[in-house]
């Protein structure tokens, strides 16, 4: 028997059965570790462990130059890397005062809301998966590469883009953009009804997601959720309508709420936002169009960045929540201290309260719920 | 409303120092008064500071030795050595960052933890969004929290034998190895 320096786990006590969800398992996101204490098969307790793909990104942050970051920016949360690049080059700029050109913002908002169709595609795709269901799994993920097409011919990388320079965009979008996006806009439509078809009102579905752990909002906000997780509760926040950043005050767009916090509302509230993002980018492509072709993508950084003395914090609304980077500068090129905010981070400490007194099933129900992504919670 | 004229206000005599900086504000709070003024600011009617955003620790050994070293150009061997010896401000830092949920504003509150006692008040009686973020502080720093209900380590493994994020622990680490113990 591995001796195991103690857990916060209770020694088994004759009725309950210690289960070790390991960190290498096909329904763990990623490397993710739970230690359930069963009374047969309701939960009593369970603990998560994380730390399984810690790779000290925030010292790698201190020995990097601010442009030398980016790509490790991808790497956080790899099923939607543009967002978290938007974000910390969004920091950055706030650190230093630069004011980026309305085309770049365009283009930053029609890749990051791809990005979050993409999440949000994995997730309800996933989720299915861990279910049972895997013809949704098919459907949305054939749209998933059409998105990856996108990305591949704008800048390089399917997965881990390294989109966007502090100040700008590194290149325009694509001149086949046009077409491409009227090839995938009618296809992820119907993937995304057929979906809907297949699975809101399928009886089976509904038994097994909704009332599976519902979550109160005062204890949401107590933990210190955000995002859908959040909207779920019933907490109408969305850093999108409340601090908007971008250009997002001047498009029209819903903020789906639920009611009861629980696994069902998680995955419809996800449903909604991805039709919610093709609208944005709708509108987002068509100021796009009015813009004249040689308009400024970037602002005048200088080449060596340099930001003055001090400290700040950027949040914005990445596809999991909010996602925030908090800058410390001495006046060098390197960083002195970077903290992010990772929104899976909060969520999945809640983790016991969440699945307690639910059965092992309705746990990784939740765990798949949650869109917990093991390279932005250890970072 | 001025988040700074109405921090103040409400914190009164607990501010140390308060500083608004491209639209950020923070106040420095006293490390042993760290629950009163965050109780203080969460309460508030105007402010409502009552979502726990983030909470992590910093290290300013290296901005100290820096600052020390920048002197020594143009100055003589007694002040460089004098420079040395005077007493620097504490190593650590806790921010806290607090977002208000109706008026959307938010504060950074920080505090200045020393090296050789470093123990705050745990602010999970507050908020249990601070739960994990400090057993992380506690990980990566070593600064202890009075009154966590598990503080443990949370990213590196439970023996690890160092603090990662301390300035004076090198990038490439120091090999350290994890040995499992079969019985």
Known sequence: ?379 | MDLKKRVEECLGSLVVAVNQWQGDVSVEVPRKKVLDALALLKNDSELQLDFLSDLFGVDNLAYYQKKAKSKKKGEDEAAQAAAEEAPRPPRFEVIYLLLSLRSNERLQVKIRVPEDDPEVDSAVSLWKAATWPEREAYDMYGIRFKGHPNLKRLLMWDEFPAHPLRKDYPLEGQGEERHLVYD
Request: aromatic content about 10%; charged content about 25%.
């Open chain 1, 1 to 379: 028997m591995v001796q195991e320096s103690a857990l916060h786990v209770e020694q088994p006590t004759g009725d309950f059965v210690t289960l070790n969800i390991g960190p290498s398992h096909p329904a763990m996101h990623g490397t993710l570790r739970v230690i359930v204490q069963t009374d047969g098969e309701t939960v009593v307790k369970a603990e998560p462990e994380i730390g399984y793909l810690h790779r000290g990104v925030e010292k790698l942050g201190e020995n990097l130059t601010y442009h030398q970051f980016i790509p490790i920016t991808d790497r956080m949360n790899y099923c939607s890397a543009i967002a978290s690049n938007v974000a910390y080059e969004m920091a950055v700029e706030k650190l230093m005062g630069i004011e980026v050109p309305e085309k770049a913002q365009l283009v930053r908002t029609i890749m990051a809301e791809l990005a979050r169709i993409a999440d949000h595609i994995v997730l309800v795709g996933i989720l299915g998966v861990d279910l049972g269901a895997f013809t949704p799994f098919f459907y949305l993920f054939i749209q998933r590469e059409e998105i990856y097409d996108i990305f591949e011919w704008h800048h390089g990388a399917r997965l881990t883009n390294t989109f966007g320079r502090i100040g700008g965009v590194e290149a325009d979008l694509n001149e086949d953009f046009e077409q491409r996006w009227r090839h995938l806009l009618p296809n992820l439509k119907k993937a995304i009804d057929e979906t809907d078809k297949l699975l809101t009102h399928n009886r089976i579905w509904m038994d097994r997601t909704i009332g599976v752990s519902a979550f109160s909002a005062e204890d949401a906000l107590n933990y210190g959720f955000t995002g859908p997780c959040l909207r779920a509760c019933g907490v109408k926040r969305d850093l999108r309508k409340d601090e908007p950043y971008m250009m997002y005050d001047r498009f029209d767009f819903e903020v789906p709420v639920g009611k009861h916090g629980d696994v069902f509302d998680r995955y419809m509230i996800r449903m909604v936002e991805m039709e919610q993002s093709i609208k944005i980018i709708e509108q987002a492509y068509k100021l796009y169009k009015e813009m004249p072709p040689d308009a400024p993508l970037k602002a005048k950084v200088p080449k060596v960045i340099k930001p003055p003395e001090g400290e700040i914090y950027r949040a914005t609304e990445s596809p999991n929540g909010e996602l925030g980077f908090w800058i410390r500068s001495d006046g060098s090129d390197k960083p002195y201290r970077i903290k992010i905010r990772p929104p899976c981070y909060m969520i999945y400490q809640a983790f016991h309260d969440l699945v307690q007194g639910e059965m092992v099933a309705d746990l990784i129900a939740c765990v798949s719920s949650l869109n917990i992504i093991a390279g932005e919670l250890d970072r």
